[in-house]
């Protein structure tokens, strides 16, 4: 939530992306609904926000709405460089030793498809989708079902991330991001990406898996062109999510 949207405001919208209406719902509640067992497990959601938005009180009315518990808003006042080091700034508040996921604010998944993992049973764990083209984050798992590489924005398998990336605990997090970015290699395109900080998981030799998501049980709403399909030909897990929305 502390990007620009700067395609939107070129397409002209003139409210924040999270604030755009599909279906007579805004993109927040398309996105925090993708989050409903996270909700129903009983996380706390902390959020990221520009501070020129002024987006506390949306933030609140909509969770309040959707039953979400509030943990923090951080509101920013620069653009960081880049989502690892947005989501950096929530990890170093949220308590050190609890599972800590990062989540966009323009992916619909039919509630309940993504279900915080057992800490027991993997360090990290990635929501994906098999999805065309190569605007993407991309796993690799080998025979085991493991993942072995991710990538940014290359294409080395069918499985695209969906914007959802879990770690057993927050210090976790914080480190792997010191880690990733002090090499030379760590940033990509001038910016810092969640997805390439896994290769350090897997170096180590933790365990990283994934989900593998129908791709019909996935919207995406990241661009114009993306929101407007969504509202002309909603699947049938955009209607059924029509149901329930509050």
């Not at 620069?78 to 992916?107: C, E, M, R, W």
């Not at 989708?129 to 993407?136: E, M, S």
């Not at 997805?195 to 709403?221: C, F």
Request: proline share 7%.
């Amino acid at each position: 939530m502390a990007g620009m949207g700067s395609r939107f405001k070129k397409a002209g919208y003139h409210q924040p992306k999270y604030e755009i209406e599909v279906l007579g719902h805004p993109l927040f509640d398309w996105s925090m609904l993708s989050l409903t067992a996270f909700r129903d497990a009983g996380w706390r959601f902390c959020f990221a926000t520009s501070k020129d938005m002024q987006a506390k009180p949306y933030i609140a009315a909509r969770c309040k709405a959707l039953g979400i518990i509030i943990d923090d808003v951080i509101e920013l006042d620069h653009v960081t460089d880049g989502q690892a080091t947005t989501a950096l700034l929530l990890a170093q508040k949220a308590p050190s030793d609890a599972p800590f996921a990062v989540y966009n604010i323009d992916t619909f998944v039919r509630p309940g498809l993504m279900a915080p993992p057992d800490p027991a049973l993997c360090d990290g764990w990635i929501p994906c989708f098999r999805a065309p083209g190569d605007g993407w984050s991309f796993v690799r798992l080998d025979d085991d079902q493991k993942v072995v590489e991710v990538r940014e924005k290359v294409r080395i398998s069918d499985f695209a991330t969906l914007g959802l990336y879990w770690f057993r605990n927050a210090q976790m997090y914080c480190d792997l991001y010191h880690q990733h970015f002090a090499r030379p290699d760590g940033m990509e395109k001038g910016e810092r990406y969640i997805a390439p900080m896994y290769n350090r998981l897997i170096e180590a030799r933790q365990r990283v898996t994934i989900s593998d998501i129908p791709v019909e049980d996935v919207g995406m709403l990241g661009t114009p062109d993306q929101v407007k399909a969504f509202r002309e030909a909603p699947s049938e897990a955009v209607n059924e999510t029509l149901k329930l929305m509050p």
